[in-house]
């Protein structure tokens, strides 16, 4: 299995709903990440997972929580968002991270959200 | 900090012909450079990377990308522009963070192959 998989493919929420978007990999990762991206922009990170612990939240506001249960899932969970949290969110795995940081990344497929 | 730009926003080149698609770096040290395609509505897909093993670095479908360490430059070149090529294309630096990586993306190019 050599995919980042992504589900739901798309969700559409109110503001005042609570939804997760999951991701899974199966190829011994041991990196994940959380990109959003917006139209006709280059995907912005969120947050990395690495050896299943965060390592990195790029400011993101609280209505987002990361969790990463074991190393091959990753899932993000909403709540109370607004109209701009609308995007395409990106999952991705890289198999280790190098001292040099030449670690390699691969995407998922994404899942476009839309909130009302 | 390291840093990528793209120096066009689109390009547009004809069925059959070069493709062209610019990127210059900015790292204080020897970088890891990628190049990236995403076809609409869909995730990212690698074409290549370079981590100094080799300056001319040959991706899938056909793409290449060239280190220029003295112009401090990763352009990617195709010699024959096909039509599944239309996407958006994305130069990327990757540096190390604490115990992770990072990477840094450029703004982005829109290839559109006219037929």
């Known amino acids: 299995d050599t995919e980042v998989t992504q589900t739901p493919k798309h969700l559409v929420m109110g503001m005042t709903n609570k939804k997760s978007l999951k991701c899974e990999q199966h190829m011994g990762h041991r990196a994940m990440y959380w990109y959003k991206q917006k139209a006709k922009k280059p995907p912005e990170l969120m947050f990395v997972?690495?050896?299943?612990?965060?390592?990195i939240n790029e400011s993101v506001p609280s209505r987002f929580s990361p969790e990463c249960p074991n190393s091959s899932l990753l899932n993000l969970h909403l709540h109370a968002l607004q109209p701009e949290d609308s995007a395409l969110y990106l999952c991705?795995?890289?198999?280790?991270?190098?001292?040099?940081?030449?670690?390699?990344?691969?995407f998922g497929p994404g899942t476009r959200l839309t909130v009302l | 900090a390291q840093s990528v730009t793209q120096l066009d926003s689109h390009v547009s080149v004809s069925e059959g012909t070069p493709v062209l698609l610019r990127c210059n770096y900015s790292?204080?040290?020897?970088?890891?450079l990628f190049w990236y395609v995403q076809h609409p509505n869909k995730g990212l897909q690698l074409l290549l990377k370079?981590?100094?093993?080799?300056?001319l670095v040959k991706g899938i479908n056909g793409f290449e990308a060239e280190f220029k360490k003295s112009e401090t430059s990763f352009h990617l070149t195709k010699p024959s522009a096909h039509m599944s090529d239309a996407a958006e294309y994305f130069c990327v630096v990757s540096e190390r963070i604490s115990s992770a990586s990072k990477i840094i993306f450029g703004s982005g190019t829109r290839l559109s192959i006219r037929p």
């Open positions: 991705a795995s890289s198999p280790y991270v190098t001292p040099d940081g030449t670690d390699t990344q691969y």
């Open positions: 370079y981590t100094s093993a080799a300056t």
């Open positions: 997972y690495s050896y299943e612990k965060l390592s």
């Open positions: 790292s204080s040290y020897s970088p890891s």
